[in-house]
């Protein structure tokens, strides 16, 4: 048998913590090939060198074989080693605003949740978050500014800055 070698390409992918890549097209070297043989690169399975996020990430694919009418010719040497990009999850971070009772000011605050990937390790806070007057009302608009995300996963996210909620404000009682 005549020995061919392979190649393939992987798609780009968001973040999802897992290094699991997708391969689109598979390739036998044509010049390896005898006159015009019916020989395919079939199956395999392709992982990213690690889960976070890069350009031109190295792509290594396992457990191809060969297929097509003259398979049985050939046996499959080297599959060569790709590249794909791995980009930034959109991390979408929401705010819960708190009731609290009037007190002359507009000062609010908020609990904060997010969309992160289950396991992933991020902690989120906030530098601001205000109502639009300090009035005795309810479902009143609350606007949180400042936000940041940290944590060993964080630079695999891109985030909103900013978020708005609702929460009321109580009559203080005298």
Known sequence: ?????????????????????????????????????????????AIFDNQNIGTNKPVTGTGFGLGGADAGNYTLGSIATTTADITARLLTVSATGVDRMYDGTTNATVTLADDRVAGDHLSASYTAASFADQNVGTNKPVNVSGITVTGSDSTNYTFNPTATTTANITAKTV
């Not at 393939?8 to 090939?33: E, G, S, V, W």
Request: glycine share 8%; no cysteine.
């Open 1 to 45: 048998a005549k020995t061919v070698t392979g190649s393939f390409t992987a798609a780009n992918k968001a973040y999802d913590a897992t290094n699991t890549a997708t391969i689109l097209t598979r390739t036998i070297t044509p010049a390896d090939l005898v006159g015009s043989d019916d020989v395919t690169l079939t199956g395999g399975a």
